[in-house]
């Protein structure tokens, strides 16, 4: 059974970089087969897809944040990380990691779930 | 970006009514739709993937249909642990997207 727990801070003051770990367990973020994601669920329940990063390094992020995000994996750790800079209120969030398909197609494993909040 | 429309936006339903929620696409996605729950406080959990084939462990009463742009979920016999808010949420093109959600209540 594929675990994943997000952690990273809950507060973070605009402008600033929101910075986000996700650890795996039961599965391997270096095997071939999945991509591994980020979303993320607006306070009134809208579901954005951020981006995946796959085992190979190769990423996928979504045009509307593509110049403020950029994903990372350390393997040793069995984590993948994002981070998401200039933050406003607007990225006010729950964010979740998870897996996907090899084509980042659909979500089979999420995480619980992180509350961030971008305010000073 | 494709968006999807999800209707209605929330419905009031007994314990063994029959429910439908349908999602329909700006444009045609083939079967490539997934169908998710979310409980309160939770993470969505996936219940159905290519617009129609069941996940590992969820239960028959759930079918998904549909194919382009129109697809519906259904729920056969509402159960006490199916009150929830469903989402659609389409993998043809990128960005994925997801619809609005519909939040099924107990009437």
């Known amino acids: 059974q594929v675990q994943l727990q997000e952690s990273g801070p809950g507060l973070v003051e605009p402008s600033q970089t929101l910075s986000l770990t996700c650890t795996v367990s039961g599965g391997s973020v270096s095997s071939g087969g999945y991509c591994w994601s980020w979303l993320r669920q607006y306070p009134g329940k809208g579901l954005e897809w951020i981006g995946n990063?796959?085992?190979?390094?190769?990423?996928y992020v979504n045009p509307s944040l593509k110049s403020r995000v950029s994903f990372s994996v350390v393997a040793s750790k069995n984590q993948f990380s994002l981070k998401l800079r200039s933050v406003t209120a607007a990225d006010t969030a729950v964010y979740y990691c998870a897996r996907g398909g090899l084509l980042g197609d659909f979500v089979d494993y999420w995480g619980q779930g992180t509350p961030v909040t971008v305010a000073s | 970006a494709i968006q999807l429309t999800q209707s209605p936006s929330s419905l009031s339903a007994s314990v063994g009514d029959r429910v439908t929620i349908t999602c329909r696409a700006s444009q045609g996605i083939s079967t490539d739709l997934a169908w998710y729950q979310q409980k309160p406080g939770k993470a969505p959990d996936l219940l159905i993937f290519?617009?129609?084939d069941l996940e590992t462990g969820v239960p028959s009463r759930f079918s998904g249909s549909g194919s382009g742009t129109d697809f519906s979920l259904t729920i056969s016999s509402l159960q006490p642990e199916d009150f929830a808010t469903y989402y659609c949420?389409?993998?043809?093109?990128?960005?994925?997207?997801f619809g609005q959600g519909t939040k099924v209540e107990i009437k």
């Open positions: 290519d617009a129609s």
């Open positions: 990063i796959y085992y190979n390094g190769g990423t």
């Open positions: 949420q389409q993998f043809n093109s990128y960005p994925r997207t």
